[in-house]
């Protein structure tokens, strides 16, 4: 069974502080992906890596960067939290080539920012 | 710019009945079109999803209905269940470079009435 864990289920910070948020994928999947879900707008793509070290910007980078130094592990990074970026974040994985597409998805990491 | 409008936002219907979820998309370029069902507290998860090549996939009492010309597909649930009670997710694809970015629908929150 794939495996795609999230380093928190529920994250509190204050405005200004930097927050990693932590993904693990235990399938040997080339690409993670980093999505945040708000009600009404779907899941939006923030960041995503197909290598390590390697890494794309997505649809909405800006207040994001992300790291991945390990095939597995792939970690948010907020600068400077904002109280826009209360939200739910969501981690995927996939592979590059075979059946292609499906993404598997983390239980999610609601973080608010007061 | 929204590339995938979903529609309706929210759905109830009673058990038995038929859940009809419909999306529509603007890139022609996108050639894979999948479904991801989420149930609270839990991350998304691939249902069914459709390649332009075909009109319909059938799998056990979930079909979508692909409509090319029209740019538009739907997600049918026959004999809705309580358990089928999640959020619906309409998304579109086209590989890249050996990766694949998802561009999703706002969602459905469909409810199943026993």
């Known amino acids: 069974d794939v495996k795609v864990t999230q380093s928190s289920r529920y994250l509190v910070k204050r405005t200004g502080e930097k927050v990693f948020l932590e993904c693990v994928q235990d399938m040997d999947h080339e690409n993670m992906f980093w999505y945040r879900q708000d009600p009404g707008l779907g899941l939006r793509l923030i960041y995503f890596?197909?290598?390590?070290?390697?890494?794309e910007k997505g649809d909405i980078p800006e207040g994001y960067s992300v790291s991945r130094e390990k095939k597995e592990r792939f970690s948010l990074i907020l600068e400077s939290a904002s109280t826009n970026q209360t939200s739910m974040y969501l981690c995927a994985s996939s592979f590059t080539s075979g059946a292609p597409y499906e993404q598997y998805f983390g239980p999610g990491t609601r973080l608010t920012v007061t | 710019q929204q590339q995938v409008k979903q529609s309706p936002q929210s759905l109830i219907v009673q058990k038995g009945g038929i859940s009809i979820i419909n999306c529509a998309y603007e890139?022609?370029?996108?050639?894979?079109f999948p479904w991801y069902q989420q149930f609270p507290g839990k991350g998304p998860a691939l249902l069914i999803a459709i390649r332009p090549d075909v009109s319909e996939k059938k799998e056990g009492r979930f079909t979508i209905s692909f409509n090319k010309s029209a740019k538009q597909f739907s997600l049918h649930i026959m004999d809705s269940q309580p358990g089928d009670s999640a959020t619906y997710f309409c998304a579109a694809s086209k590989e890249s470079g050996g990766y694949n970015k998802l561009i999703f629908g706002a969602g459905t929150r469909l409810a199943v009435h026993p």
């Open positions: 890139n022609t370029a996108f050639d894979y």
């Open positions: 890596s197909y290598d390590v070290k390697m890494k």
